[in-house]
């Protein structure tokens, strides 16, 4: 069988100065905790190795370069290749990734054996792209990130077939379902997901539903397990839902945080049990009625 456990290695904040070194030492001290729990694969949340820096109008290039990665792995994250190697643990991992002069909201997977399986640079960029002082704090995704060139993305790991959404993806159901049709046993999600959303400060209340309510759609209409993982916590002054969860194909939640901080979720997964659901009522050879959907890809 295909069964091995699986976690959400959840961060609490991550301040604006603190070194990447400081954050990787937080990591590795979660993938200590996963070889103790007998884990083969974690989930680190989006842009997991610096603060949410969209909150912030950042004029600077120079500053606003801090918080990207030149390149993957890299001497900062070296310690935490390393570690989860040794550990024989394969992991997803979110960063801002500089690519050239071009700017991605970025996240690879990693096998056991350290080799990076897959890279999927975000596509839902939310928020604005000019600053917008009336806010009180920015979600700049639109101006630091281009949207993703590499489409969506399902790879052979662990034993199956394993995709990446990033934070905002995980709310349209297309994203889901491009992974679906690839036949994704296990989705990767990380997110920053701020609890105030200016815009409809009457949602504040709903982030959470609205969090589980997408990953576990997202689950059940694909068939697939899901691994949302939180940047959570009181960031910077910015309040970041937690929630971190491990969900089944049938859209059970599984496995949920119990706090805002570094915590490991962990549930067996059974990737044979994809089968409950894409054998039967999303078996899209036989249910599915494609050419019916055009307006899907309309503008
Ligand atoms: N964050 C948020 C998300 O989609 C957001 C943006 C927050 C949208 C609250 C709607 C409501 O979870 C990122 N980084 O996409």
Same mark, same amino acid.
């Not at 049709?181 to 990380?190: K, N, R, S, T, Y």
């Not at 929630?243 to 119990?258: D, L, M, N, W, Y």
């Given at each position: ?80 290749? @390393? +570690?989860? !190697?040794?550990? %024989? ?6 960063? =801002?990734?500089?690519?050239? $002069?071009? /700017? ?69 159901? @297309? +994203?889901? !379902?491009?992974? %679906? ?6 989705? =990767?999600?990380?997110?920053? $997901?701020? /609890? ?70 962990? +549930? ?32």
């Amino acid at each position: 069988s295909r069964r091995f456990i699986a976690a959400a290695a959840q961060l609490g904040p991550i301040g604006r100065d603190e070194p990447r070194a400081s954050v990787v030492t937080r990591m590795i001290a979660l993938v200590d905790e996963g070889r103790r729990r007998g884990v083969r694969f974690m989930v680190f949340p989006e842009l997991a190795l610096t603060t949410f820096f969209p909150r912030w109008f950042i004029a600077d290039p120079a500053e606003l370069d801090r918080f990207y990665e030149r390149s993957m792995p890299n001497p900062d994250v070296a310690p935490l290749f @390393e +570690a989860a !190697r040794a550990a %024989g643990i394969g992991f997803h991992l979110g960063y =801002a990734e500089l690519d050239g $002069t071009t /700017r991605y909201n970025t996240a690879i997977i990693v096998d056991e054996a350290g080799t990076i399986v897959s890279k999927y640079r975000k596509i839902h960029l939310p928020g604005h792209r000019e600053h917008e002082p009336e806010r009180p704090f920015q979600h700049l995704e639109k101006r630091y990130f281009e949207r993703g060139d590499l489409g969506f993305v399902v790879a052979d790991a662990f034993g199956g077939k394993v995709g990446t959404l990033i934070c905002n993806d995980r709310r349209w159901p @297309e +994203a889901f !379902r491009s992974l %679906g049709l690839q036949g994704v046993e296990l989705v =990767a999600a990380g997110y920053n $997901t701020p /609890r105030h959303y200016p815009l409809a400060p009457e949602h504040d209340r709903l982030q959470d539903f609205h969090n589980h309510l997408s990953l576990q759609a997202g689950a059940y209409q694909n068939g697939t397990y899901v691994i949302g993982t939180a940047k959570a916590g009181v960031e910077e002054g910015c309040e970041l839902i937690g929630g971190s969860c491990i969900v089944a194909p049938t859209g059970e939640i599984v496995s949920v945080a119990q706090t805002l901080g570094d915590e490991l979720v962990t +549930a067996e997964v059974d990737l044979d049990r994809c089968r409950e659901i894409k054998a039967n009522i999303f078996n899209f050879a036989l249910h599915r009625e494609p050419d019916t959907y055009g307006l899907l890809t309309a503008p």
